[in-house]
């Protein structure tokens, strides 16, 4: 059984992750179909062994296209996943323009693998925002142990996040400062070379940013809505790899022993954690990986209840790319999806 997946967004960062991942994890492809926009056509990427041609999203018939992976922003995903969705193919979209939709699901596969069958009122799953991501496959198992009733969490955010634009920022302008050159800003509101920026996307009336709102919103539709939780979150200078600060507090007695053995043998976890100089995840050692690295589990006196940790993952691949191709594993695996019969 194969499918024809097409990858929409297919030179970007995540784009390519996503073709790497499709080939890394052997997924079943009758063909592979690279899309982006006119400016990119013809422009070639690699899947495997292979080299592909991308095409232009604007003129593609999806008929006989199985799985849509999406990652080209909000804009393109509000217009062209209905469209794509309408011709029976499914689409699993990275932005955030699906994510809060009561008709779409918003899955993380280790923690809620059994909202991908809601996927066919619309033909759309979303991939929810990479700093959620990682934080929800760490929160569920100790959810499921102790029930959590608020969460306090800081986010240290790559500037992959921003695309290849704030990666590209973060290297001219860091040269720029070895170089005694003056350091210029265009992606980010102030300088991210050797700073700490607390902004990430847009203002909103009450004070918090919109990605502190997405961490808020998403946590309670993927996990449960009864879970209070308050973010910052911060931009650094890591080119990839988020990390996340993490308060917990619950409504059952857990130990700092207890969860270190709960997390340990959680689905899409790695525990990292001896109390001595280095015996933690960074995000450079986390890049590149699948998991999500919890380290410094420790317990928070200032409450009832309580526990601290450090949470580590790579937000291209689990924030992004990896994190939709497992929903595509959801789809085949759990037999939600039929490929289409083609011509021979």
């Known amino acids: 059984m194969a499918y024809k997946v097409a990858v929409v967004g297919a030179t970007g960062n995540v784009g390519r992750e996503m073709l790497d991942i499709l080939a890394e994890r052997r997924f079943p492809v009758s063909e592979v179909v690279a899309l982006a926009s006119p400016s990119s056509i013809g422009t070639e990427v690699s899947f495997g062994d292979r080299t592909l041609k991308c095409k232009v999203l604007d003129s593609y018939d999806f008929s006989d296209v199985d799985i849509c992976l999406m990652s080209a922003g909000g804009s393109v995903a509000k217009e062209w996943a209905p469209r794509i969705g309408a011709q029976g193919c499914v689409v699993i979209d990275n932005s955030s323009a699906w994510r809060m939709d009561p008709d779409v699901p918003l899955v993380v596969p280790e923690v809620n693998a059994a909202a991908a069958a809601g996927f066919s009122k619309k033909n759309i799953i979303a991939n929810p925002n990479c700093s959620t991501a990682q934080l929800v496959v760490a929160l569920k198992p100790l959810h499921v142990a102790a029930t959590i009733k608020r969460v306090v969490v800081s986010t240290y955010q790559s500037v992959s996040g921003a695309g290849k634009e704030g990666m590209d920022e973060l290297f001219a302008q860091t040269r720029s400062v070895f170089v005694a050159n ?43 809505p009864k879970i209070k939780l308050v973010a910052t979150c911060v931009r650094v200078p890591v080119f990839i790899g988020h990390s996340e600060a993490v308060n917990i507090e619950f409504e059952k007695p857990i130990s700092a022993d207890e969860a270190r053995n709960i997390l340990r043998a959680a689905p899409g976890v790695l525990v990292i954690d001896k109390h001595e100089d280095g015996g933690y995840i960074t995000p450079h050692e986390a890049a590149g990986e699948d998991a999500t690295y919890v380290s410094r589990i420790r317990t928070d ?44």
Do not use: H
Not at 193 to 219: C, H, S, Y
């Open 182 to 224: 003056p350091v210029e800003a265009k992606k980010f509101p102030k300088r991210i070379a050797f700073n700490l920026i607390p902004q990430i996307d847009v203002f909103m009336e009450d004070g918090f940013t919109k990605e502190e709102w997405k961490m808020v919103a998403e946590t309670k539709k993927i996990l449960d």
């Open 301 to 344: 006196p200032t409450v009832d209840n309580g526990l601290v940790l450090w949470c580590v993952s790579d937000n291209l691949r689990k924030g992004a790319a990896l994190n939709a191709i497992q929903i595509a594993e959801v789809l085949m695996n759990r037999k939600l999806l039929a490929p289409k019969k083609r011509a021979a």
